[in-house]
């Protein structure tokens, strides 16, 4: 019998758990149909920033000009205008283009890191006719008085804004670095979040010896990076009742079907794609397909969490036994 792939993620039924995360590629009109025409089931489109929709009301001297006196370079840490692939209103224009063109469900993205008016462009997205958003939030505490607390808060009223101002289901990409990690899970599905993607990927900064500047660096995921997804995503299968994406480090089929065993509803697709094209989707599915048939696996519903905290048969596995059998491994 061939197994069942569909899912549902965000109220929207799927074909398969194949989603193409934020990138390059979903913001542009014809690698879209591509990545419709390999079988993705949905796209999540690139993020429009907090910076570019407040740049007219005062975010450029909230964010750069502060540091002006004191250090001169400062204003090249962020981006200007013309850096940015799409400002606000070509978004707006490029979605309801890319919803006009393709079938799959459109997930549209927004990048910030608190309440602000950049929240009203929530509303602008939805009439545009995306089928959700997501809401990407990071924030980097590097202020000693700001406590572990107040980040948390400040997503959480995020999230309640803008639930308030729309009507389409909305997920929260989250950065892994909460001292409680299941607790801002069981915070954020109260405060009304549809779901949950598992991790956002923050590029950390370099150092340019030879100039003494500090330098972005770009580095694709590796699969390696999934082992951090697979544990949250165990751990808080059962405890929270709204749907998870994995993103990053899922390269192949077979780190799609760990992703499912843990407890993800999808898997959110980046770097694989950017290496080997638009094409990949259709052997990610298909050799999930083989894959379930091999071990007899009817639907992917069946799949999901059967290798979690709530349902794995060691369930330290996961805790604090993994740690200190991992430590035994490397012998001398």
Request: aromatic share 8%; with cysteine; charged share 20%.
């Amino acid at each position: 019998m061939t197994p069942n792939l569909s899912t549902r993620y965000l109220g929207l039924h799927l074909a398969n758990p194949v989603v193409p995360g934020a990138s390059p590629l979903t913001g542009n009109l014809d690698q879209v149909r591509r990545l419709e025409d390999a079988g993705a089931a949905a796209i999540v489109m690139h993020s429009l920033f907090e910076e570019q929709i407040e740049r007219d009301v005062g975010a450029e001297f909230a964010h750069m000009r502060r540091f002006e006196d004191v250090f001169s370079e400062a204003a090249n840490f962020f981006p200007s205008a013309a850096d940015y692939a799409l400002g606000p209103e070509e978004y707006l224009g490029q979605l309801r283009k890319i919803k006009e063109a393709v079938a799959i469900p459109v997930i549209a993205s927004l990048n910030g890191t608190r309440a602000g008016r950049w929240v009203d462009y929530a509303s602008l997205i939805e009439k545009e006719g995306a089928d959700a958003l997501e809401l990407n939030v990071f924030h980097l505490a590097t202020d000693a008085n700001v406590p572990g607390t107040q980040v948390r808060d400040n997503i959480i009223e995020v999230v309640k804004e803008v639930k308030r101002a729309i009507c389409i289901p909305v997920s929260v990409k989250l950065a892994p670095f909460f001292s409680s990690f299941s607790n801002v899970g069981t915070m954020l599905e109260a405060a009304g979040a549809d779901g949950l993607v598992m991790f956002n990927r923050f590029y950390q900064p370099d150092i340019d010896v030879s100039t003494l500047e500090v330098v972005p660096r770009l580095e694709l995921s590796t699969p390696d990076e999934l082992r951090l997804r697979l544990r949250w995503l165990a751990i808080l299968f059962g405890q929270i009742r709204i749907p998870m994406a994995a993103t990053g480090g899922v390269h192949d089929a077979h780190d799609v079907v760990k992703a499912l065993l843990a407890g993800a509803t999808v898997t959110q697709v980046v770097s694989c794609l950017l290496q080997k094209g638009p094409e990949h989707v259709t052997a990610l599915v298909n050799d999930l397909r083989y894959w379930m048939e091999e071990h007899e696996y009817e639907s992917v519903a069946q799949m999901r969490g059967a290798l979690s905290l709530a349902n794995c048969p060691d369930p330290a596995a996961f805790e604090r036994a993994n740690y200190l059998k991992t430590l035994q491994l490397w012998k001398t």
